[in-house]
Structure formats: C-alpha cells, structure tokens
C-alpha cells in the first residue's frame, strides 16, 4: 500500500515527490510514474518471498497491489481502467468466446480508449488513465482473439504456430481477468503480454525457484540498464530539445546541423522510453513472469527470462535501416500488431494495404494528434521505398563487393548517419503532436524526408533500375 501511503502525504502536504522533481528537472506526474515503475522490482521480491506459496492470494496481491499503483498515479480515475475488464468477463459469458465477442471487445475498448483520448488529451505529454489504458487495450483485445482462437481449435480449425501458443480453450475467472489487468510489474507502460502466459505463471508452470540465481542475476542486469538509460535521456533532453527547434534561432543554424540536431534529439527522445520498458522488464523477471524456455549453450541448456523483453538494445543502437528499429523497439507491441492486426487482414490480399491499415491502428491507438497519423505515414513510405531498394540493389555485383571490401566501415557510417538523421525526421511529427508545431519544424529541415521517400515509386525506382541495366547490360 505505498501508492496509498504517498498519496496521503501528498494531500497533507507532506509529499516530497513535488521537490525531487522541481530539483531534477521533470513533472510531478512524471516522477510519480517513475517511482511506480521501479515499485514494481520490490514487489516481485515480496511475492516470491511471502504471497507465491500461498496460491489463493496471488491474484489478490497482482489486484490490491496494481490498484494501489494505479490510485497513487491517477486517483479516482483508475476506475476506468476496471470497466473494460468487467465488461469482457460479462460479453464473453453472454456472447461466448468467439467472433462476436472479439468485434465487440475491439470496438468498445478502442472507441472508449478515444474517448478518453478525446477528453484528456492536450499538446504536451499526458501521464493519465490513458496511458495505462492503452496497454490494456491491447491486452483484452488480444484476450479476445485468443478466447476465438481456442474456440478454433476446439474444432480442430487450423491456427499457425503463434496462435496455438496463446489460444485459449477456457474462458477467465473473474479474478484472474482482474490480476490480469493490474498485474504490478507492466501495468503503467507494459509489457503486453497473454492471458495464457499469465495463466501459465500462477499455475507455477515457469521454474521460478530452481533458477532463483539466474533469475535474480537477469533481473538486477536489466534494472541497471534500466536506470542507464534513465540517467542518458536526462543528459540528452538537456542538451537536445524540441522546444530549441521550434523556435527562430533554429532557423539560423545550417541546414546540415538541423538535421544532425533532430536525428540525436530522436535518439535521446526515444531512451525515454528505452528507460521505462528495462526498468518493467526487470521487475517481470524478478516475479518470474518472463520465462521463455532453454536454450542450448557450450555450458548446456540454460533459461531464458526474455519473454517480456520489449528492447533490442545491440539491435536498436547499430540501426543500419529502418527495419532494425522496427525489429528492436517496443517489440510486444510490433508482435500484437503483426499477429492481431496484419495477419488478420490476409482477406484484403495485399500486403501493402494490411500494413497500412496496421500502421492506421496504431496511430489511432495512440490518439487523436495529426502527428501519429503522419509519424505512422513516415513508417510506411520509408519502410516501402527501403524493401524495394535492398531487393534491387543486394542483387547487384557492385554491392556484394563493396560490402565483402574495407569499403563496408564507410557504408556502415552513412547508412548509421542515414537511420539517425531520419528516425528524427520521422519522430518529430510524434512528439510534436500537432499540425502547425511539426509542419513548422519540418519546413525548416526543407521537408527533405518527403522528397526523399515520397517520389521513390515514380522516380528513383525507374531511374535506378535503369542506370543497374546501363552498368550490367548481361543482367
């Protein structure tokens, strides 16, 4: 109950949390975020100490525990956090848990997410019941499918790998829902992950205690990174601000150094991020939720505690594309995109248009601003001129040559410079949030993003495959 207790030294006055966070520099939202984040390590101590071996009050410790947080960050307003929950549990008794039920999880639950996009949202970065919200949204809509799924299988239905994996052949009990949804450790920012997971960890399935040792060393590994990159994204928004390129003295450095400047801003912007998802998935690791199997070494098999990992840290920090940020980076959601959204629109029978209508979700899932929609829209041009381009140009001799020659470290920088300078690019939209604040700071970096994505199909593409045929007439 320290979420309560905090809470009541805030009301008498008494709190300390405003102070720390005039002193370093943050909100005092911001901060109360952080501290619930890191609670979460803690309580996982707590519970495989005193509650794990009790089984019936480990889902009263998840929802006693999750609401606490859940009070101390948002007060009254966690209720809304209770209400999608409540009504899943009362549609799939009535409706069953099949295609029915699923269309109408995913209808309420995204359409009372932008409704509460719609009521609290504003130009700067929200920390309110939406946040977690958001999270949750994507968890129960996932439930959803999965109660479908296992519906599926009960009729010997074809499903893939995945689907089996998390398909679901008996509906929640009402508290395991509610454990569920407030679970401690990702509740505020994440992890997603299954119900069946979650059921897979109460039902002890996961061997928490005959790798107590290993479980504890990945855990503290992570919380360590965790608060690194913390202590990185406070020195880099120091030096690198959005507010410094949205004004007139931005305009008067080169055009080179604006976009130098974006690309480390974007950079910094995004261990924000980074920072919250290590320090949640350490705290998963120390409850034991992130088990993912073994995996055979020269030491024999050992354990992975990854399951909940939401980062690729060596991926995300050598980025030489596009595709390696979309690999390493808030990867449960990718993984929910990809399984519940992308593969499930196979009926249109074009790729192309299932990962924009994916890429449409997500921006709707992050709310109301134009400048989701258009950092989303960044995704997708990039993403679609740089597939395009590999598959033409990796065929070449040229390029296997260069690439097999000391010519590789040059390619390395540029194509480094290249994913730096344009992840800035296209974050900016996201953070900027509205129209005339992202359109301002793209005029002034001259839009080249556009006119170096946009034109790709109609101009680039013919002009390159065009000058390979002049260079290998054989070909």
């Known amino acids: 109950m320290i979420g309560l207790f905090l809470s009541l030294l805030s009301w008498i006055g008494l709190s300390p949390v405003p102070l720390a966070a005039s002193l370093i520099g943050t909100t005092e939202p911001a901060l109360k975020l952080l501290i619930s984040i890191i609670l979460g390590y803690p309580l996982g101590i707590i519970y495989n100490k005193y509650v794990k071996e009790y089984k019936e009050y480990r889902n009263i410790y998840f929802i006693v525990t999750g609401l606490d947080i859940a009070f101390y960050n948002f007060g009254l307003s966690f209720y809304h956090n209770l209400i999608p929950a409540i009504v899943i549990y009362l549609s ?17 639950n995204m359409t009372y997410l932008l409704i509460g996009y719609i009521m609290t949202e504003s130009e700067e970065y929200d920390i309110t019941w939406t946040m977690p919200h958001c999270v949750l949204t994507l968890k129960l809509i996932a439930l959803s499918f999965d109660l479908w799924d296992g519906k599926k299988m009960l009729k010997f239905e074809k499903l893939s790998e995945n689907n089996k994996k998390t398909a679901l052949e008996s509906t929640p009990q009402f508290l395991e829902l509610i454990g569920f949804v407030y679970f401690p450790a990702c509740f505020l920012v994440g992890p997603i992950f299954s119900f069946r997971r979650y059921l897979d960890f109460i039902s002890d399935k996961f061997p928490v205690d005959k790798e107590a040792h290993t479980l504890e060393d990945q ?32 305009w008067e450095t080169s055009i080179i150094y604006r976009h130098f400047y974006s690309g ?15 320090l949640t998935e350490a705290s998963c690791i120390r409850f034991g939720m992130s088990y993912n199997g073994k995996k055979k070494t020269e030491m024999g098999e050992v354990s992975q505690w990854d399951a909940c ?28 995109a990809a399984e519940y959204i992308y593969k499930r629109l196979r009926f249109l029978g ?5 990962q924009f209508f994916t890429l449409f979700f997500l921006a709707l899932w992050h709310g109301t601003r134009s400048g989701y929609y258009m950092t989303f829209f960044n995704e997708f041009i990039i993403m679609y001129m ?10 070449t001799e040229i390029y296997n040559k260069l690439w097999n020659s000391n010519a590789k470290y040059l390619l390395y920088v540029l194509l480094k410079t290249y994913t730096i300078v344009f992840m800035g690019w296209s974050l900016i939209p996201f953070d900027a949030k509205v129209f005339s604040k992202w359109w301002r700071i793209y005029a002034s970096l ?20 065009k000058g390979i045929k002049m260079l290998s007439p054989s070909q």
């Not at 801003?265 to 998802?277: N, P, Q, V």
């Not at 740089?386 to 065929?395: A, F, G, P, Q, T």
């Not at 001259?446 to 495959?465: D, M, T």
Request: glycine residues 6%; aromatic residues 18%; proline residues 2%.
């Open 350 to 354: 074009n790729r192309n248009l299932s």
């Open 219 to 250: 855990a503290m590994k992570r919380l360590i990174q965790g608060l690194s990159y913390l202590i990185a994204f406070q020195v880099g928004i120091s030096v690198f601000d959005i507010k410094y390129m949205l004004s007139d003295d931005f």
């Open 386 to 395: 740089e597939k395009e381009l590999e598959s033409i140009i990796s065929k």
């Open 264 to 278: 480390l801003w974007a950079h910094f912007a995004l261990y924000k991020y980074i920072s919250c998802w290590l």
């Open 446 to 465: 001259y839009f080249s993003g556009f006119i170096l994505f946009l034109p790709w199909g109609f101009v680039y593409k013919p002009a390159l495959i």
């Open 92 to 108: 799939t008794k009535v409706l069953g848990p099949g295609k029915n039920n699923a269309i109408v999880t995913f209808i309420f």
């Open 309 to 336: 990992n939401n980062i690729k840290l060596m991926r995300f920090e050598g980025a030489t594309k596009f595709q390696h940020y979309i690999d390493s980076f808030n990867c449960n959601t990718n993984h929910f």
